[in-house]
């Protein structure tokens, strides 16, 4: 079929991307899948300062941490780890069966996240910024 291929507009897509969703998904997956995703964010609080703070975003019975930071003046006193099983609880009360993240390999964000109970799944070699980065994940259930 001869098609022209060009760049889009994200508002050009996202129509096109959304009548197609559930067909997708089916063959994706091969059974039929209902998306849902869902972001949940956790603020550490000082009085009225934010300390530090967590997002994860929850689809397909998966917790993802996409990003977690302590103020560098208040770090190393658990507010991390605190933060971390909070979000542990509520992605569990949404029945996910498993948390990930994704960090650099060897790094100080590893080693918060191994004191933390997560374990190196998958190791991707020269990804970002060219670096090799450690796929972490703790199971919940
Ligand atoms: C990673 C980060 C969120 C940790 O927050 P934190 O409040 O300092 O973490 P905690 O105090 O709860 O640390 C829990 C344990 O993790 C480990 N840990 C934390 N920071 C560490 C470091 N820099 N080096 C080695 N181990 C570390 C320790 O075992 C620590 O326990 P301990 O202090 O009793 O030894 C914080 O360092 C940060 O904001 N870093 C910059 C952003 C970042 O890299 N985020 C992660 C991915 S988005």
């Known amino acids: 079929m001869p098609v022209e ?3 889009a507009r994200p508002d050009d897509v996202a129509e096109f991307f959304r009548v197609t969703a559930r067909e997708a998904l089916k063959t994706f997956y091969e059974f039929s899948v209902i998306w849902h ?3 949940h964010d956790f603020a550490a609080r000082d009085g009225d300062t934010i300390v530090g703070a967590a997002t994860i975003r929850i689809a397909a019975s998966l917790a993802h941490v996409e990003r977690i930071v302590v103020l560098p003046e208040c770090r190393r006193n658990g507010i991390g780890r605190a933060l971390l099983r909070q979000a542990g609880d509520v992605a569990n009360y949404y029945n996910c069966h ?9 790094g100080t964000a590893q080693r ?6 997560y374990k190196v799944e998958a190791v991707l070699a020269q990804h970002t910024f060219k670096l090799d980065m450690a796929v972490l994940r703790q199971f919940l259930l």
Not at 112 to 117: G, I, N, V
């Open 5 to 7: 291929i060009a760049r």
């Open 37 to 39: 995703e869902q972001i």
């Open 98 to 106: 498993k948390m990930t993240t994704m960090v650099p390999h060897g």
């Open 112 to 117: 918060f996240f191994e004191a933390c109970e």
